[in-house]
């Protein structure tokens, strides 16, 4: 027996203070997770139980040059903390989920925000707004021996050209992680290797060529990237 084609490469991501390579699986997003963010996208969050769309596995990529994508006028920056899976499981209790947890990083999801506006009017799936190449720039993740669990007073911030566009503390997640790790957990299988973006915080606003977007979760790491 032989393949058809050579296999693809594993997607990986690289760990802070080691040669060792984070294998990919799935990536799962939590969608509208900060209150204000819920609001400045015309929703009430105090109503909406937590939903999640996904992104390919080689979405997720290094910093650095990240080419701009076509088909898109309106392409937008949500900063987000990045949970990383060691150890799966279903129907994972609330009170154990943080023992399921490798690590953190810190990511961006890139968003096609016109093709995402279109889709929702349409009531189609939000794939091509959100699932796009290189539309999960990410850091290297921090091993939660080294860096801890992210404590609720943790900062996370996002700037454009030096310019600072999104600013919060992890507080103010409406469903936290623990919750978040559980109910996806209800719904399918957590397996090692899985990334859980976890959701962004307000001032999520377009980027072009050229823009420098730095941003960062206090106690976790930074993350640069370059569109190009």
């Known amino acids: 027996m032989s393949f058809v084609f050579e296999p693809c490469n594993e997607v990986t991501a690289t760990v802070v203070g080691t040669e ?6 799935r990536v799962f997003c939590v969608g509208r997770n900060y209150a204000a963010h819920a609001r400045e996208m015309g929703h009430d969050p105090d109503r909406e139980a937590p939903f999640f769309f996904m992104k390919p596995a080689d979405a997720v990529v290094a910093a650095g040059n990240v080419p701009y994508p076509p088909q898109t006028q309106d392409l937008h920056h949500e900063i987000e903390l990045v ?4 150890e799966g499981g279903k129907d ?25 506006g279109e889709a929702k009017k349409l009531g189609r799936p939000w794939d091509w707004g959100k699932g796009f190449d290189n539309s999960g720039p990410m850091s290297p993740i921090v091993r939660l021996e080294t860096c801890g669990h992210p404590g609720p007073n943790r900062k996370i911030w996002l700037s454009v050209n030096g310019e600072m566009r999104q600013e919060a503390t992890l507080n103010e997640l409406i469903w936290k992680l623990p919750e978040v790790i559980s109910i996806i957990s209800q719904s399918m299988v957590l397996k090692p290797g899985d990334l ?3 959701g962004t915080p307000a001032g999520v606003a377009a980027v072009v060529k050229g823009d420098v977007l ?6 976790v790491g930074e993350l640069e990237i370059t569109l190009v």
Do not use: N, W
């Not at 060792?20 to 699986?25: A, K, N, S, T």
């Not at 009170?95 to 995402?116: K, N, P």
């Not at 730095?214 to 106690?219: A, I, N």
């Open 20 to 25: 060792d390579l984070f294998p990919i699986r």
């Open 83 to 86: 949970v990383a899976i060691k």
């Open 92 to 116: 994972i209790s609330e009170e154990t989920a943080m023992d399921h947890v490798y690590g953190y990083a810190v990511g961006i999801d890139l968003t096609r925000r016109d093709l995402q």
């Open 196 to 198: 859980i973006f976890s």
């Open 214 to 219: 730095k941003g960062g979760v206090e106690g």
